[in-house]
């Protein structure tokens, strides 16, 4: 085959992607990142983890409150994280006697968050439209492919799943996190090392995106102190045009299927879609990069109350 009858690189979803996505609310495209984009990634979360001073930070731990969400993370180092980069460890890297911590500092780290994509040059040039390394899937062309007319990028993390220690997330919704009325919220999660049953890889229910509305939402609590609360929703549960298609169904109904990926996959992530991932007790890390989209374009509205505030400059623009 000569170089010009070398197919282009997908640069958008396909109709069969597109379809799965709808049907599941979540889809896997196995290498989406070539090798060289997922070491540089990787180098550059460990380069990020090796600057942790633990003699100037808060001891904030990266705590989602169970299954109620009561008692998640909230002190004004973590509501201040949405224009910088910022450490949060896991609940089990302290000694539940001492307090002390039991691991050397890159290994207690449960996150790392939440402005990567605008703060470390490696993970901005993801969202980069005109870089040509061979990626498939481009943030921007999924966007456009999902029918996002002024996609906004926020909330980008590093998520260790550290070895022995790594936190269980329990099922949720990443609407209930960054919700717009109505929600629009899409999770772009990649995997930078193998994602496997033993070190706790996402698994998901399928089809819940059309029955699970958001019922609850994480948001500020109210004046100028700290903390987060999760109350009920009172706006739209469903994004615009799911209203038609939506299942009634019982929450608990279905069984959660397993996503075990290889380094590089891209995992797009529905944001009324049941998704968990279980602790990490093996040997092996597992660490992933991840952000978010939602929609900023008029008749979307990004609630004032939510944890994730927009910084000065506003929210990512990802359509140059
Ligand atoms: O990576 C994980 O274990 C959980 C990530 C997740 O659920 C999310 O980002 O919404």
Same mark, same amino acid.
């Given at each position: ?30 290498? #989406?990142?070539?090798? =060289? ?12 983890? =090796?600057? &942790?001073? $633990? ?10 409150? /169970? ?25 089990? !890297? ?13 290994? !207690?780290? +449960? ?79 990649? !995997? ?5 049953? %033993? ?33 009920? +929703?009172? /706006?739209? @549960? ?11 169904? #019982?929450?608990?109904?279905? %069984? ?9 996959? &891209? ?13 990490? $007790?093996?040997?092996?890390? @597992? ?9 900023? #374009? %008029? ?6 109350? +939510?944890?994730?505030?927009?910084? %000065? ?8």
């Amino acid at each position: 085959m000569s170089s010009s009858d070398t197919p282009a690189p997908t640069e958008g979803l396909t109709p069969s992607q597109l379809a799965s996505f709808a049907r599941d609310g979540y889809l896997i495209i196995p290498s #989406a990142l070539p090798h =060289s984009t997922v070491s540089s990634l990787l180098s550059e979360a460990h380069r990020l983890l =090796s600057t &942790l001073d $633990l003699s100037t930070h808060p001891l904030t731990r990266f705590l989602t409150g /169970g299954d109620t969400g009561d008692n998640h993370v909230g002190d004004a180092y973590f509501l201040s994280s949405g224009n910088k980069i910022h450490f949060f460890l896991e609940d089990d !890297a302290f000694d539940p006697t001492t307090g002390q911590l039991t691991k050397p500092p890159h290994r !207690a780290v +449960n996150k790392i968050g939440h402005y990567l994509h605008a703060l470390s040059p490696p993970f901005a040039s993801l969202l980069d439209p005109t870089k040509n390394d061979g990626m498939l899937a481009r943030p921007a062309a999924v966007a456009r492919s999902l029918g996002f007319q002024d996609p906004r990028v926020l909330q980008s993390m590093v998520i260790c799943k550290q070895p022995e220690i790594g936190g269980a997330v329990p099922p949720h919704q990443d609407s209930t996190f960054l919700y717009t009325d109505p929600p629009s919220a899409v999770g772009f999660w990649y !995997a930078l090392e193998d994602a496997t049953v %033993e070190n706790g890889c996402l698994s998901f229910l399928p089809g819940s995106h059309k029955w699970a509305g958001v019922e609850r939402r994480l948001v500020r609590k109210g004046g100028e102190g700290e903390g987060t609360e999760m109350v009920g +929703n009172e /706006g739209s @549960r469903f994004p615009k045009g799911m209203r038609e298609e939506r299942e009634e169904r #019982a929450e608990g109904e279905g %069984e959660y299927v397993l996503g075990e990926v290889k380094a590089g996959s &891209l995992v797009l992530i529905h944001g009324n879609l049941l998704h968990k991932s279980e602790q990490n $007790l093996s040997s092996k890390g @597992r660490i992933i990069y991840t952000f978010h989209v939602i929609e900023g #374009a %008029e008749g979307w509205e990004y609630d004032g109350r +939510n944890w994730l505030q927009p910084p %000065e400059e506003g929210f990512t623009k990802l359509y140059a």
